[in-house]
């Protein structure tokens, strides 16, 4: 598990036969299976600008096991990125052309907060240890993102979640793109700003105290006030843009990044266009959710990093592409 208890999905935990699995869902093959290849749905994507910025926290407020030090120079040279997170309309349009099948429904069940559950009870195959607002609900998966009873065409606006790191890559293998990097996306989210907190600035709310990102309000994980509108995912668009146009890259999912995850990874990475460590276990992700709270977990700062493994999956993460 990870941030905000985030559930990691151990080697075959409650994984079918094997020979109901592919040996790789990141190989191209299930992309390819049934429906052919219809072109993509249009994404509303953003030029971001090359250039030269610090990268980690400024301000000292970085848990030391996620290696946000030392700050260091990075450059990147410009990409293209999406404006908004991958949505369920459009990862729709995606299974609808290819047949692909999640991880998720593959292994049967995910891991949905405790709060979002819409199954019947025998379809909650228990908590998960040490954090239990995270259940293992059977049927849950992107279609149906909080257990058997919900459904993707109700919240179509929203961002797809319940995909792991496999789920994305062949998502962007079929649209002509690729995950972001973790420098990228750090780049990007600070929107041109230096050392700030927040992707808009230090300060977590606006001038006149409005929400300027979906995190938890209230009493973590038990009363959510719903102040800033929403228990779970926020349609995408719901906040202001940064100053590259780009929305919700704080709160709301986390989103996956390209890089294997090594918390030393700061204290040797190259200057230039950081790939991240050549090997790892878990994949970064970066953002945080709807979830997170300054009680437990402050990872919606820009700084902020988190991962998990390849095949995990939940209700609280996504990705956008970039090219």
Request: glycine share 10%.
């Amino acid at each position: 598990m990870d941030c905000c208890g985030i559930p990691t999905r151990a080697p075959g935990q409650h994984q079918p036969d094997a020979a109901s699995r592919p040996s790789s869902v990141s190989d191209p093959e299930p992309v390819q299976q049934g429906l052919g290849r219809k072109q993509p749905t249009v994404t509303e994507e953003v030029s971001i600008p090359g250039g030269r910025f610090s990268m980690g926290d400024q301000l000292g407020e970085g848990y030391a096991s996620d290696g946000e030090s030392p700050v260091h120079d990075v450059v990147v040279n410009g990409f293209r990125l999406d404006a908004t997170a991958v949505t369920n309309v459009q990862f729709a349009a995606f299974v609808e052309a290819t047949g692909y099948r999640t991880e998720s429904e593959y292994y049967g069940s995910s891991a949905v907060f405790h709060l979002q559950v819409r199954a019947v009870a025998q379809d909650i195959l228990g908590q998960v240890s040490g954090t239990p607002w995270w259940l293992n609900v059977r049927g849950a998966d992107w279609a149906h993102p909080c257990g058997p009873l919900s459904s993707w065409q109700a919240i179509a606006d929203h961002p797809v979640v319940q995909v792991s790191w496999n789920d994305a890559e062949a998502y962007c293998r079929w649209a002509g793109r690729r995950l972001p990097t973790e420098a990228e996306w750090e780049y990007a989210a600070r929107g041109g700003l230096h050392g700030k907190r927040y992707p808009w600035g230090d300060e977590l709310y606006g001038p006149s105290g409005e929400h300027l990102c979906n995190i938890w309000q209230g009493e973590f994980p038990v009363a959510n006030t719903l102040d800033d509108g929403y228990l779970g995912t926020a349609p995408v668009r719901s906040f202001r843009p940064n100053g590259f146009g780009l929305y919700e890259v704080s709160g709301n999912v986390w989103e996956w990044c390209s890089d294997w995850f090594l918390p030393k990874y700061y204290q040797k990475a190259p200057e230039e266009n950081p790939q991240g460590p050549t090997i790892g276990r878990n994949r970064v992700m970066r953002g945080g959710s709807f979830l997170c709270h300054d009680s437990y977990c402050n990872r919606y700062r820009v700084a902020a990093r988190s991962s998990n493994s390849p095949e995990s999956a939940s209700s609280n993460c996504g990705f956008r592409t970039a090219a």
